[in-house]
């Protein structure tokens, strides 16, 4: 019985008698994904990083519980408080008390889990590393360490504190955020990680979950942290930040436009050529697609282009014409001759036409419909080189040329404030 088939699954579930059912929901082993189960080889901290109901909790009390079953004491239960800590850890549906049959369940006194066989658990909270001073642990489950207010300060105390047996370890679970001790704990040679999206454990989440929240948030950028449980990164020095990405709305664009940034070549090692398409959305704008393409022939992206004009019922073809001068537009003809193509050429370098498109977005004027995280990426990885990730910034480019034809060109009705 594996997580992996779950039709399979729930078939043989339904063949099963009630005491059988409940013999093998303890036998974590043939129900676990992976990724829910502790690594192979010579680790020193677990980091199982997941997103939302990935059956984190579930894969830490597991855990735990099978060092207790191997006497392995006491162990460090950490939260990001007390409250957290007994209210998801052990009292949760996921959490220690569930995971364990009657006759081996632990009991809580105060703040101390006692397991039949002696074994100890200690709760302790990381908004208060200081705590961690004085007592010693044999391993500990960490949870949500990307939520501790003061994480390296607590989690450098409980390293301190893991010096009994012949082999501490620990299990750091969490969804991630790109904050200095996940960045520490990925680049220690001694941290095994695994990761998990939400997806993947549906089989044991609320239908109602998954047609609301997964379906409403997955592939924005608060889907891909949130869900998906990928750490997002931001430049300091970054035109963009992902705080500035928020959700289109239902209204329908009064003009829209496909802009296109056409490489130099259309060869392999060629850059992409930029194609995103955007709309007018009151004195705002919302990003609809990016249809970007690599490798990029002359003839392949004209035709890319044209193909979302019609299929977004745009009003013009947007395109850069530095490289290829009147050549663009011919190509463009070539696919159909009726397209509306405005043809536009930077004077400018590409920080200094990327900025007042950034001030859109920190006012809150510019919107993204879900899906655009390579964009997105982009976008924020956009340094003061003009480069992104020591890449052309194609798709950026072509974002540029769009939102600054819909909102700051002559003639454009002037957006309040700019």
Same mark, same amino acid.
């Given at each position: 019985?594996?997580?992996?088939?779950?039709?399979?699954?729930?078939?043989?579930?339904?063949?099963?008698?009630d005491e059988k059912v409940e013999t093998e929901y303890y036998k974590w082993k043939r129900?676990?994904?992976?990724?829910?189960?502790?690594?192979?080889?010579?680790?020193?901290?677990?980091?199982?990083?997941?997103?939302?109901?990935?059956?984190?909790?579930?894969?830490?009390?597991?855990?735990?519980?099978?060092?207790?079953?191997?006497?392995?004491?006491?162990?460090?239960?950490?939260?990001?408080?007390?409250?957290?800590?007994?209210?998801?850890?052990?009292?949760?549906?996921?959490?220690?008390?569930?995971?364990?049959?009657?006759?081996?369940?632990?009991?809580?006194?105060?703040?101390?889990?006692?397991?039949?066989?002696?074994?100890?658990?200690?709760?302790?909270?990381?908004?208060?590393?200081?705590?961690?001073?004085?007592?010693?642990?044999?391993?500990?489950?960490?949870?949500?360490?990307?939520?501790?207010?003061?994480?390296?300060?607590?989690?450098?105390?409980?390293?301190?504190?893991?010096?009994?047996?012949?082999?501490?370890?620990?299990?750091?679970?969490?969804?991630?955020?790109?904050?200095?001790?996940?960045?520490?704990?990925?680049?220690?040679?001694?941290?095994?990680?695994?990761?998990?999206?939400?997806?993947?454990?549906?089989?044991?989440?609320?239908?109602?979950?998954?047609?609301?929240?997964?379906?409403?948030?997955?592939?924005?950028?608060?889907?891909?942290?949130?869900?998906?449980?990928?750490?997002?990164?931001?430049?300091?020095?970054?035109?963009?930040?992902?705080?500035?990405?928020?959700?289109?709305?239902?209204?329908?664009?009064?003009?829209?436009?496909?802009?296109?940034?056409?490489?130099?070549?259309?060869? !392999?090692?060629?850059? $992409?050529?930029?194609?995103?398409?955007?709309? =007018?959305?009151?004195? @705002?704008?919302?990003? &609809? %697609? /990016?249809?970007?393409?690599?490798?990029?022939?002359?003839?392949?992206?004209?035709?890319?282009?044209?193909?979302?004009?019609?299929?977004?019922?745009?009003?013009?073809?947007?395109?850069?014409?530095?490289?290829?001068?009147?050549?663009?537009?011919?190509?463009?003809?070539?696919?159909?001759?009726?397209?509306?193509?405005?043809?536009?050429?930077?004077?400018?370098?590409?920080?200094?036409?990327? !900025?007042?498109?950034? $001030?859109?977005?920190?006012?809150?004027?510019? =919107?993204?419909?879900? @899906?655009?995280?390579? &964009? %997105? /990426?982009?976008?924020?990885?956009?340094?003061?080189?003009?480069?992104?990730?020591?890449?052309?910034?194609?798709?950026?480019?072509?974002?540029?040329?769009?939102?600054?034809?819909?909102?700051?060109?002559?003639?454009?009705?002037?957006?309040?404030?700019?």
């Amino acid at each position: 019985m594996t997580s992996s088939s779950s039709a399979e699954s729930r078939a043989e579930v339904a063949a099963l008698s009630d005491e059988k059912v409940e013999t093998e929901y303890y036998k974590w082993k043939r129900w676990a994904h992976a990724a829910q189960l502790p690594p192979e080889g010579d680790w020193t901290t677990w980091l199982f990083m997941g997103g939302r109901g990935a059956g984190k909790t579930r894969a830490g009390a597991e855990w735990v519980r099978s060092l207790a079953a191997e006497r392995v004491s006491p162990i460090a239960l950490v939260g990001e408080t007390m409250t957290e800590a007994i209210a998801v850890m052990i009292r949760g549906e996921s959490g220690l008390f569930n995971v364990h049959p009657d006759d081996d369940r632990p009991v809580l006194k105060g703040t101390t889990l006692i397991w039949p066989n002696g074994v100890e658990g200690i709760v302790l909270s990381a908004s208060d590393p200081d705590r961690f001073r004085g007592p010693q642990f044999a391993a500990a489950w960490c949870d949500e360490v990307a939520k501790w207010p003061d994480a390296e300060a607590a989690w450098d105390m409980l390293q301190f504190a893991l010096r009994l047996g012949d082999r501490p370890r620990q299990l750091a679970t969490t969804t991630p955020k790109p904050t200095r001790l996940l960045k520490r704990l990925l680049a220690d040679p001694l941290t095994a990680v695994t990761r998990m999206k939400t997806a993947k454990n549906a089989m044991h989440l609320a239908p109602g979950f998954l047609e609301t929240v997964v379906g409403r948030y997955a592939g924005s950028v608060l889907g891909r942290q949130e869900l998906d449980g990928e750490m997002i990164e931001d430049l300091p020095d970054a035109l963009w930040q992902r705080t500035m990405f928020l959700p289109a709305g239902p209204e329908a664009p009064q003009r829209i436009v496909v802009a296109v940034d056409p490489p130099v070549t259309g060869t !392999e090692k060629s850059d $992409a050529c930029g194609i995103i398409v955007a709309g =007018r959305v009151g004195d @705002g704008a919302v990003v &609809l %697609e /990016d249809r970007t393409l690599k490798p990029a022939s002359p003839l392949g992206w004209a035709k890319r282009a044209v193909a979302a004009f019609h299929a977004h019922q745009a009003d013009a073809i947007v395109v850069e014409v530095n490289q290829g001068g009147d050549l663009v537009q011919s190509v463009i003809a070539q696919v159909d001759a009726t397209v509306p193509v405005r043809p536009v050429r930077a004077s400018r370098g590409k920080w200094l036409r990327a !900025e007042p498109v950034a $001030a859109l977005y920190g006012r809150g004027l510019v =919107r993204h419909v879900a @899906g655009l995280g390579a &964009l %997105e /990426d982009e976008m924020c990885g956009f340094g003061s080189d003009g480069r992104s990730g020591g890449h052309s910034p194609d798709r950026v480019d072509a974002l540029v040329w769009a939102l600054t034809e819909l909102l700051l060109s002559e003639g454009t009705p002037r957006v309040r404030g700019i």
